[in-house]
């Protein structure tokens, strides 16, 4: 049977997301009481990382221990990745001594293609297009929080990036309504708004977008691979940050996320991330414990 990959939130249904954010809680209330669990036991998880990471890093690795099997990080300085070895070419290598492949890269092209050549589960951990680990994180975060999010609305502030095309995705899968608050030009690709043209609105004033809404979410103005636009990002932006003012516009009982790291005094005001409704620190934790459903969903085929 072919490997079931995971590049975008779509490779799962509703239905198994729902399941697998239902098993990602019981194994953090696990992980909470102290109890431990062997599901993955002897099995192996390569971790390819193209750009920088704290908690994907910490998160997939711990993982993989906290489930009795171990990880391996690769770097493309210690590879042959970084020396032009073929994509399908590594993947098929790879994956032939393997339990399962995270990558983390710039072209999303590069998890397609090598998902294509390997034997065994992808797992996308970002690429410029899409970051469906972290979108496990947050509705973990806010059905924990707030219970289902169906029918909620949802503000996106800032840049139209691979956040906000994961937040895209969740619109249609987890059905809410996101409201995505840009400046012109930085919006996400219109193909993946008119595929959700029932849930998605791109509305340009911050303060209209956020009005009401269940939750605000933003990220950096110039992501990983565009540290040479920040000068231009940040005139493009600055009246995109999300605090406590545009937070009192939005429903009381707001929650606010930030899949991080974040940059005080950009998108988010200093005082942010420690306003009453963020939920920044229990969203980054989640990302252990939806991945370890992951791995097990991906790995095992069955959530137990
Ligand atoms: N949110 C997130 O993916 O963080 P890292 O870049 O630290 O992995
Ligand atoms: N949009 C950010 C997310 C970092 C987790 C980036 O791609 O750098």
Request: glycine residues 4%; charged residues 25%; contains cysteine.
């Amino acid at each position: 049977m072919a490997a079931r990959h995971f590049l975008t939130l779509e490779n799962l249904t509703p239905s198994e997301l729902n399941q697998l954010l239902d098993h990602a809680s019981k194994l953090r209330e696990e992980w909470r009481r102290g109890d431990t669990r062997d599901s993955l036991k002897n099995r192996v998880l390569a971790m390819i990382f193209e750009k920088s990471s704290t908690r994907t890093r910490v998160s997939f690795e711990a993982g993989m221990a906290q489930l009795g099997g171990s990880a391996l990080f690769l770097s493309p300085r210690d590879t042959q990745l970084g020396r032009g070895e073929p994509i399908e070419d590594s993947a098929k290598v790879i994956s032939s001594m393997v339990d399962a492949v995270m990558i983390r890269t710039f072209a999303h092209n590069t998890v397609t293609t090598f998902a294509k050549a390997s034997r065994v589960p992808v797992i996308n951990a970002l690429t410029d297009d899409f970051h469906p680990c972290q979108l496990l994180a947050d509705m973990q975060t806010y059905r924990e929080h707030r219970g289902n999010i169906q029918g909620a609305t949802v503000t996106w502030v800032g840049d139209g990036n691979n956040m906000c095309n994961s937040y895209i995705n969740a619109a249609i899968l987890f059905d809410f309504k996101l409201r995505v608050a840009c400046p012109e030009g930085y919006e996400p690709p219109a193909e993946l708004i008119d595929k959700a043209a029932d849930r998605v609105t791109i509305i340009s004033d911050p303060a209209e977008a956020a009005r009401d809404a269940n939750l605000l979410v933003t990220d950096v103005w110039a992501s990983m691979g565009q540290e040479e636009e920040q000068k231009i990002r940040e005139a493009a932006f600055k009246d995109y940050q999300v605090n406590p003012e545009l937070m009192a516009l939005a429903a009381p009982d707001a929650l606010f996320m930030h899949c991080l790291p974040a940059h005080r005094g950009e998108e988010v005001s200093e005082d942010m991330l420690d306003h009453p409704g963020s939920v920044v620190w229990d969203e980054a934790e989640n990302r252990l414990h939806a991945q370890k459903a992951l791995l097990e969903f991906l790995i095992l085929g069955t959530l137990d």
